[in-house]
């Protein structure tokens, strides 16, 4: 039964398995096994981190749209290629602990597919660089439950930063 705010009640069995199919991805982004991370995107997955622009906190609604990231699944497997190798973004290679919490549910009009809103904070530590970095914001989520198990098909990430102090960013949010 869907809450009367539209979220999937934390008892559902359903919510159950969409907490446990962000952990296990968080398990994967900080262990580096970026290759199986490929395997839960859907085939027509997006992947945007859009920057902010304005003091009021909001995201850009200019016609010029500026993104930290903007991949479907053939660019993020160049992306995971390209970190397989001595890419001078991730050398030394990011140690990275993502938390994931507040993790809402809601159903959609399209069966088997869940909009999923969640708090993200990711502590990035490379080498002996200090400080380390932390990026804080929200993902906003679309999972589809398919024969073959919980698949990404959109992730946007809105940081809480306005500006990213880091000399590159090189890690998945």
Same mark, same amino acid.
């Given at each position: 039964?869907?809450?009367?705010?539209?979220?999937?009640?934390?008892?559902?069995?359903?919510?159950?398995?969409?907490?446990?199919?962000?952990?296990?991805?968080?398990?994967?982004?900080?262990?580096?096994?970026? &290759? +199986?991370?490929?395997?839960?995107?859907?085939?027509?997955?997006?992947?945007?981190?859009? *920057?902010?622009?304005?003091?009021?906190?909001?995201?850009?609604? &200019?016609?010029?749209?500026?993104?930290?990231?903007?991949?479907?699944?053939?660019?993020?497997?160049?992306?995971?290629?390209?970190?397989?190798?001595?890419?001078?973004?991730?050398?030394?290679?990011?140690?990275?602990?993502?938390?994931?919490?507040?993790?809402?549910?809601?159903?959609?009009?399209?069966?088997? +597919?869940?909009?999923?809103?969640?708090? *993200?904070? %990711?502590?990035?530590?490379?080498?002996?660089?200090?400080?380390?970095?932390?990026?804080?914001?929200?993902?906003?989520? /679309?999972?589809?439950?398919?024969?073959?198990?919980?698949?990404?098909?959109?992730?946007? %990430?809105?940081?809480?930063?306005?500006?990213?102090?880091?000399? &590159?960013?090189?890690?998945? /949010?």
């Amino acid at each position: 039964m869907i809450a009367p705010n539209g979220l999937l009640p934390i008892s559902h069995p359903l919510y159950a398995e969409i907490v446990q199919f962000l952990y296990y991805e968080a398990e994967i982004l900080d262990t580096r096994r970026f &290759s +199986e991370w490929l395997d839960l995107m859907a085939e027509d997955v997006t992947y945007r981190v859009p *920057l902010r622009h304005d003091a009021k906190r909001e995201l850009g609604t &200019s016609t010029t749209r500026l993104d930290w990231f903007d991949d479907d699944l053939a660019s993020l497997k160049l992306r995971v290629a390209r970190l397989a190798t001595d890419a001078y973004a991730e050398n030394p290679a990011s140690q990275t602990r993502h938390m994931i919490t507040n993790i809402r549910v809601r159903g959609t009009s399209t069966p088997n +597919e869940f909009d999923v809103a969640s708090n *993200l904070l %990711v502590h990035r530590n490379r080498g002996r660089r200090n400080p380390a970095d932390v990026f804080c914001g929200e993902r906003q989520d /679309l999972l589809r439950n398919t024969d073959v198990g919980w698949r990404l098909a959109r992730r946007t %990430v809105i940081l809480d930063q306005d500006v990213i102090g880091t000399g &590159s960013l090189g890690i998945f /949010l």
